[in-house]
């Protein structure tokens, strides 16, 4: 009963919720995906099962990447701010080499690294070489890589941020990575400095205006200060005969702050972290998917979405009742959406469909429109004008000609932009809607508590979906 109701159990509690559901996700996904291929109007479309192979290969991997349950931690930053060091001393020995030569680490590394404790995280440490020390595209590369696979970076800086820093660690934010910015080599500093230094990280972020909420780009809880290496130090060694001596000793790393830190934040959160970034694999994977597919029937997509376009402008035009138009209108573009999403093999969420029926409602907004505009113009409208065309009237005909050819291209462009629309939501909804990899994101994010780092993520995910 006690234990039930710790807030550690809680967090368990809350934590093996967003893993199961994470799990959820993706196998609903890689079935949808799988499955949804082999549709009945395109058997064996060879080409798309192509194209896409590599999105369900990345599905897949991210699964067994989660079952697996080890959090990956990566060492980022230029060259010789101490990455290499830092990884040395979480795990109490010099595995990786170090050096003050440029480059020293040439390619990424990874270490397991088992921390005690009741949680047992499996960690995997990966030490990355300087996002400076490679060049160009193969650096940028690098970068995104190891930055898409870790589930927690460890932004390491050593005296001013560079702009170069302060890019890598803007554009990590943007795409939503959980950072813990270490500041190593704080033996160089005195006391007072450090200080100094501590309060203006925490500035970060605060200065430039494009930054619309003015929030500074770190918390207290995601800055470090270590020294993973500490410089020699020449000490002065007094014999009890009066000899004095001076000899060189090796401080021992300063890095406890941040083992602590990650031992807290991985008991806490851990699991949480590794089904975040699991969800964000997923999401680009199948936004991917959604593009690739749209690219591949869009001449498909033009002539059915044109053919119901012209069907039902006909049935407009044809029909001489007003409220019918409207009734038939919407049925006819319901009809194209399940079409598309039939062609496409996506799935057709709530989501979508919610904003889907508010673009239909405007196109019917249209013809009601249509309507009221030509009975203001022409005294009748077109339901008035049919009515007065049974007395044969040479002037209603005429008059119901004009209406229903205006209404019947409102109608049909109407169907038109319902038909593109649906391509795009479906385009860019598909990892919304129960269990989509987006949803899943953000029932997380909002489920987490102000002293978690996810917590932080969450200003960066509301300011990307107002947008
Ligand atoms: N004074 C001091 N030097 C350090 C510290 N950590 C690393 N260094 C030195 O900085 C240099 C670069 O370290 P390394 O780990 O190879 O950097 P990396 O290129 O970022 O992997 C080496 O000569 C280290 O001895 C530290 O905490 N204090
Ligand atoms: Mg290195």
Request: proline letters at 4%; charged letters at 20%; one cysteine or more.
């Amino acid at each position: 009963m006690n234990q039930s109701s710790s807030p550690q159990s809680t967090r368990n509690q809350q934590q093996d919720t967003h893993f199961n559901r994470t799990r959820a996700s993706l196998r609903q996904a890689l079935s949808w995906y799988s499955n949804l291929r082999r549709h009945r109007n395109h058997p064996s479309d060879v080409e798309l099962q192509a194209a896409l192979r590599n999105e369900l290969e990345v599905l897949k991997f991210t699964l067994d990447k989660l079952d697996q349950g080890v959090v990956r931690i990566a060492a980022f930053g230029l060259v010789s701010r101490g990455k290499s060091a830092v990884v040395n001393a979480l795990l109490g020995q010099k595995i990786l080499e170090t050096g003050p030569l440029h480059g020293v680490t040439q390619w990424p590394r990874s270490v397991r690294w088992t921390l005690g404790g009741e949680g047992k995280v499996q960690v995997e440490l990966i030490d990355t070489p300087g996002l400076d020390e490679i060049q160009g595209e193969a650096r940028a590369q690098m970068a995104r890589q190891v930055a898409s696979q870790a589930d927690l970076i460890l932004f390491v800086v050593a005296g001013d941020i560079t702009r170069t820093e302060y890019q890598a660690l803007c554009k990590l934010r943007k795409s939503q990575k959980p950072i813990i910015l270490v500041f190593n080599k704080i033996d160089l500093y005195p006391e007072q400095d450090r200080d100094a230094i501590y309060r203006q990280l925490l500035q970060l972020g605060t200065g430039s205006s494009r930054d619309r909420h003015l929030q500074a780009m770190l918390s207290p809880e995601e800055i470090v200060m270590v020294a993973a290496e500490p410089a020699r130090l020449q000490v002065r060694v007094e014999f009890p005969d009066g000899k004095v001596t001076y000899e060189w000793e090796t401080p021992p790393p300063q890095v406890d702050e941040l083992k602590q830190k990650i031992f807290t934040l991985l008991n806490r959160e851990g699991r949480s972290l590794l089904a975040l970034n699991a969800l964000f694999q997923a999401r680009n994977a199948q936004a991917s998917i959604a593009q690739k597919t749209l690219a591949l029937r869009q001449s498909e997509a033009e002539d059915l979405i044109w053919r119901f376009t012209k069907y039902k402008a006909l049935v407009v035009a044809v029909n001489p009742i007003g409220l019918l138009d409207t009734v038939g209108g919407t049925v006819a573009d319901l009809l194209l959406i399940r079409s598309l999403s039939r062609l496409y093999g996506l799935p057709m969420t709530g989501y979508e469909a919610g904003k889907l029926w508010r673009k239909i409602l405007i196109s019917s907004g249209g013809l009601l429109l249509g309507e009221l505009g030509s009975s203001a113009l022409l005294g009748l409208g077109k339901s008035a004008s049919a009515v007065a065309s049974t007395v044969d009237s040479v002037g209603g005909l005429t008059a119901y000609a004009g209406t229903a050819v205006a209404q019947a291209g409102i109608a049909g462009y109407g169907s038109y932009t319902v038909g593109h629309a649906a391509r795009v939501y479906l385009e860019q909804g598909c990892t919304w809607g129960p269990l989509g990899p987006s949803t899943v994101i953000q029932e997380i994010l909002n489920q987490m508590e102000p002293d978690t780092i996810l917590y932080r993520l969450r200003q960066e995910l509301g300011q990307q979906l107002d947008t």
